[in-house]
């Protein structure tokens, strides 16, 4: 490929995830050039894999296709997927990035017919639904996907697949000769928007996560919850695919734990209370629901959608710190610990867990550069200079909401870089 031009009035934003278009956007209408990049095959990041939003449940197209019309109608944003920031050296107003493009071996004359997907036979699982399911090696990533362009997986590469696909591309937008490419690139300020990840849930060891296949995540309960999901938007049990009616929700799981994430995640009680609404719209007044907290920390505008959950007759709420979990000879997962607004023990069998999961910096696994500072629990915080910042969940845990607005403030950090710079050596 040919690398973008960039100079040092140009930002260059990491991570394609709500807050990543947001900063691209953001910084791109108000006359300055960005490079946007993300190492998925896709922009959208979390964002694209939830079910609805809280407060008002509508679903993610209602703010990510407004994103993406504003990027496919800006001509000074570059999009680069499937590519990482490798090394950055330099100053403020004066980086040189590298980044590393991995291959797609597939090019920008797609037109997302499908045809190399009927063509394979191999699977692997599906990273869009968190491994609960299985897609052809030769997919287009989620509906939503940005750009609609298929992506071949590197596995298949070299075998009688790769070549069935390339067969199939009637436009002949497969290429099975494509190589990773490094390109170097001089941006004059650095955004990190690089977004989180869920906590390794099988670390919470009591929780059985890993160990009893009816004890999942929240992240994993959002796919099945969506009818594009694993599950068609059936709530099924992993362990013998029957469908879950009485629902426990475990809260704080990893977070507020000096053991494991000492940070509160802000957003595990507000997806909590709005997964219960799935349950509720699944499943009717057969459905139940069981909170178990240490408190529910809703703000501002978030508390009508408490207190409206409050009112629900198939939601309870236990104020508890869940001991541990085990496992009936059913599968149903049992629940053990002590309900403090009674203080008496309980041994409560569930069809289901959803473990709330904390909310950790995608960052803690990326080589950052060396004066990017990070605080105790690696949230971004910046460059001592200024000529680099975090954004959204990669500065601090957000939601949606609160992390579009973070976005907005780290575009106007990073244009002050440049304007500031140009100023200086006129």
């Known amino acids: 490929m040919t690398a973008p031009i960039a100079t040092s009035q140009t930002i260059l934003v990491v991570g394609g995830g709500i807050s990543g278009m947001t ?53 000074r944003v570059r999009v680069l997927t499937m590519t990482e920031v490798v090394g950055i050296s330099g100053r403020r107003g004066a980086y040189q990035a590298t980044l590393k493009i991995r291959p797609r071996y597939v090019d ?12 394979v036979s191999a699977t692997i699982p599906n990273p869009y639904n968190y491994g609960m399911d299985r897609l052809k090696a030769a997919y287009l990533p989620h509906a939503m996907a940005y750009p609609q362009r298929y992506v071949l997986d590197p596995s298949i590469i070299g075998t009688a697949d790769a070549d069935l696909a390339k067969a199939a591309c009637k436009i002949g937008a497969i290429d099975l000769e ?17 977004g989180w990840r869920p906590y390794a849930a099988e670390k919470i060891q009591p929780y059985g996560y890993g160990r009893f296949p009816n004890v999942i995540t929240s992240v994993e309960f959002e796919r099945l919850a969506d009818p594009s999901g694993p599950t068609g938007g059936k709530l099924l049990r992993p362990s013998d695919g029957k469908e879950a009616k009485n629902i426990a929700f475990i809260q704080c799981a990893g977070s507020r734990d ?3 994430l000492r940070h509160c995640s802000r957003i595990c009680c507000m997806a909590t209370l709005k997964q219960t609404q799935y349950v509720r719209e699944a499943l009717g007044d057969a459905g139940q629901s069981t909170v178990y907290y240490i408190d529910i920390r809703s703000i501002d505008r978030l508390e009508d959608f408490y207190r409206m959950v409050q009112r629900d007759a198939t939601v309870r709420f236990v ?23 009674g203080y008496h023990r309980y041994a409560t069998p569930h069809d289901l867990v959803v473990l709330a999961i904390g909310m950790e910096p995608e960052s803690n696994g990326i080589i950052l550069p060396d004066d990017l500072i990070t605080d105790a629990c690696g949230f971004i915080e910046g ?15 957000l939601d949606v909401n609160r992390s579009a607005q973070s976005a907005t403030a780290a575009a106007l950090r990073a ?8 100023s200086e050596e006129a």
């Not at 920008?108 to 063509?119: K, S, V």
């Not at 508890?320 to 309900?339: E, F, M, T, W, Y």
Request: hydrophobic share 35%.
């Open 383 to 397: 460059s001592a200079d200024g000529g680099m910042c975090g954004a959204g969940s990669a500065a601090s845990p």
């Open 319 to 341: 104020k508890s710190k869940v001991a541990r979990i085990a496992q009936a000879d059913n599968g149903d997962p049992i629940l053990h610990g002590v309900d403090t607004e």
């Open 178 to 194: 494509m190589q990773e490419e490094t390109v170097q690139l001089d941006v004059g300020a650095v955004v990190w928007a690089t």
């Open 258 to 260: 000096e053991n494991h």
């Open 23 to 75: 900063t691209a956007l953001e910084a791109a209408e108000c006359g300055r050039d960005v490079v946007l990049v993300e190492r998925s095959p896709t922009l959208g990041g979390r964002t694209a894999l939830l079910y609805r939003y809280f407060p008002k449940m509508c679903h993610p197209t209602c703010g990510l296709e407004i994103n993406l019309r504003r990027l496919k109608a800006s001509r």
């Open 415 to 422: 244009m002050k870089v440049i304007h500031q710079t140009a």
């Open 108 to 119: 920008d004359r797609c037109t997302a017919c499908g045809d190399c997907t009927a063509a």
